[in-house]
């Protein structure tokens, strides 16, 4: 198999099984594994609390917690602080999706361990749908039917079209840009390790994996953000 | 296999997974560590509260005693100025007791010397009349001439003198 057809078929979602119709493909199956540690993770880190004299544990995680609900208040701005839920969700969710491609481990032909499920398009489709859902609902919550409906034709009327265009392009920019970088980071390091196969990847796979999986997730959420604080401002 | 396969159970199921996700994150998560948050916030202010309490309560206190403090300066001072006001008055009375004893004795005295220059005059007199009556009894005994006269008038001078004398 060379190479092109070898990431072509990377590209492509394996079915795993089929529940009737319904077709399972790993990306999910990975997702809910993903889930079922985020849940075992919650629980282990968040037992035993105490409010007098917390440990270390509890110190990181309540600093976490409060810097990650800083970090999505500061993005979405305080008229818009109620969707903070959702973006927090995103990010957590994106975030670990990317990074696990740290542990991606091919089981075999059919299944590949942690493959990262924001590698599957679906899957990003999935995220910008919620997005875009969750934006034109802050609107229509702020404006009202009425309201929102005329602000599609502000500032001016003229642009009104490509308001109209913006409900498509908005979610497809951001289901393309993380497809893309996730993928395209994929290829990278896939090219490295056919070329060198030793030590000199590490450092890519940092940036890749890590660094970019993070930043990917953090750029998918501040978009989401200001889309939701954009839809939530009131004109005058 | 498309390079692009779309899958609509797949985004139906990424859909429900990030719900789900939103739901355990939420549960497992947030909810302890707010619990934990908003009982720790509570207890800073119940203790803040607690500590502004005690804090008002010693003012309170502090100014009560401060009351107290003045008022029992307040009457020591009362009572200082009583017993001076009544030790300048036994002062004055004892002074003028004793002034007006003195002035007493002095009278007394005065009047004791009176009476004794009284009783010294009466004395005198008498004798004066004894001498007079004595030598009016010479007189009248002896002969009337003028060397007697001169004798006797001589006689009663000089014991008048002695009299006068003492």
Same mark, same amino acid.
């Given at each position: 198999m060379d190479l092109g057809e070898k990431l072509v078929e990377e590209l492509g979602v394996k079915p795993l099984f089929s529940i009737g119709p319904v077709i399972i493909t790993e990306s999910i199956v990975n997702t809910w594994i993903l889930l079922v540690i985020v849940l075992i993770a919650c629980i282990l880190l968040t037992r035993g609390f105490t409010v007098e004299n917390p440990g270390k544990r509890q110190l990181a995680v309540e600093a976490f917690v409060t810097w990650v609900r800083d970090l999505t208040h500061s993005m979405l701005g305080d008229e818009a602080v109620g969707y903070s839920w959702f973006t927090v969700t995103m990010l957590f969710f994106i975030g670990l999706t990317n990074l696990s491609a740290l542990i991606e481990?091919?089981?075999?032909d059919e299944y590949t361990f942690? &493959? !990262? !499920?924001? &590698?599957d398009l679906n899957v990003t489709i999935a995220l910008a749908l919620m997005s875009i859902v969750i934006v034109e609902i802050a609107g229509i919550h702020r404006k009202g039917v009425g309201g929102w409906l005329k602000s599609?034709? &502000? !500032? #001016? +009327?003229? #642009?009104t079209p490509i308001n109209i265009l913006e409900i498509i392009i908005k979610p497809l920019s951001l289901c393309m840009r993380l497809f893309g970088n996730i993928f395209g980071g994929f290829i990278i390091m896939e090219l490295l390790k056919i070329l060198v196969?030793? +030590? #000199? !990847?590490i450092p890519f796979s940092c940036y890749f994996e890590i660094f970019d999986a993070l930043l990917q997730a953090y750029v998918f959420v501040f978009l989401t953000s200001i889309y939701i604080s954009e839809a939530v401002e009131q004109e005058g | 296999m498309g390079i692009v396969s779309i899958h609509p159970a797949s985004i139906a199921f990424t859909i429900a997974n990030v719900l789900i996700l939103f739901f355990i994150l939420k549960r497992f998560l947030f909810a302890p560590v707010d619990k934990i948050l908003q009982e720790r916030a509570r207890r800073i202010v119940e203790n803040k509260e607690n500590a502004e309490k005690a804090a008002e309560e010693a003012e309170e206190l502090k100014r009560k005693y401060g009351e107290k403090v003045a008022e029992i300066e307040e009457a020591e001072k009362t009572r200082l100025s009583e017993a001076n006001r009544k030790a300048v008055e036994e002062y004055d009375r004892i002074i003028n007791d004793a002034n007006k004893r003195a002035e007493q004795i002095i009278e007394d005295a005065g009047r004791k010397a009176e009476m004794e220059a009284a009783v010294r005059d009466a004395e005198q007199e008498r004798k004066i009349a004894e001498i007079v009556s004595a030598a009016a009894r010479k007189i009248a005994a002896g002969s009337n001439n003028a060397e007697t006269d001169n004798s006797l008038l001589e006689d009663f001078l000089s014991k008048a003198g002695e009299e006068d004398g003492n």
């Amino acid at each position: 198999m060379d190479l092109g057809e070898k990431l072509v078929e990377e590209l492509g979602v394996k079915p795993l099984f089929s529940i009737g119709p319904v077709i399972i493909t790993e990306s999910i199956v990975n997702t809910w594994i993903l889930l079922v540690i985020v849940l075992i993770a919650c629980i282990l880190l968040t037992r035993g609390f105490t409010v007098e004299n917390p440990g270390k544990r509890q110190l990181a995680v309540e600093a976490f917690v409060t810097w990650v609900r800083d970090l999505t208040h500061s993005m979405l701005g305080d008229e818009a602080v109620g969707y903070s839920w959702f973006t927090v969700t995103m990010l957590f969710f994106i975030g670990l999706t990317n990074l696990s491609a740290l542990i991606e481990t091919a089981v075999s032909d059919e299944y590949t361990f942690m &493959k !990262p !499920p924001t &590698k599957d398009l679906n899957v990003t489709i999935a995220l910008a749908l919620m997005s875009i859902v969750i934006v034109e609902i802050a609107g229509i919550h702020r404006k009202g039917v009425g309201g929102w409906l005329k602000s599609f034709t &502000k !500032p #001016i +009327a003229v #642009i009104t079209p490509i308001n109209i265009l913006e409900i498509i392009i908005k979610p497809l920019s951001l289901c393309m840009r993380l497809f893309g970088n996730i993928f395209g980071g994929f290829i990278i390091m896939e090219l490295l390790k056919i070329l060198v196969p030793l +030590a #000199i !990847p590490i450092p890519f796979s940092c940036y890749f994996e890590i660094f970019d999986a993070l930043l990917q997730a953090y750029v998918f959420v501040f978009l989401t953000s200001i889309y939701i604080s954009e839809a939530v401002e009131q004109e005058g | 296999m498309g390079i692009v396969s779309i899958h609509p159970a797949s985004i139906a199921f990424t859909i429900a997974n990030v719900l789900i996700l939103f739901f355990i994150l939420k549960r497992f998560l947030f909810a302890p560590v707010d619990k934990i948050l908003q009982e720790r916030a509570r207890r800073i202010v119940e203790n803040k509260e607690n500590a502004e309490k005690a804090a008002e309560e010693a003012e309170e206190l502090k100014r009560k005693y401060g009351e107290k403090v003045a008022e029992i300066e307040e009457a020591e001072k009362t009572r200082l100025s009583e017993a001076n006001r009544k030790a300048v008055e036994e002062y004055d009375r004892i002074i003028n007791d004793a002034n007006k004893r003195a002035e007493q004795i002095i009278e007394d005295a005065g009047r004791k010397a009176e009476m004794e220059a009284a009783v010294r005059d009466a004395e005198q007199e008498r004798k004066i009349a004894e001498i007079v009556s004595a030598a009016a009894r010479k007189i009248a005994a002896g002969s009337n001439n003028a060397e007697t006269d001169n004798s006797l008038l001589e006689d009663f001078l000089s014991k008048a003198g002695e009299e006068d004398g003492n």
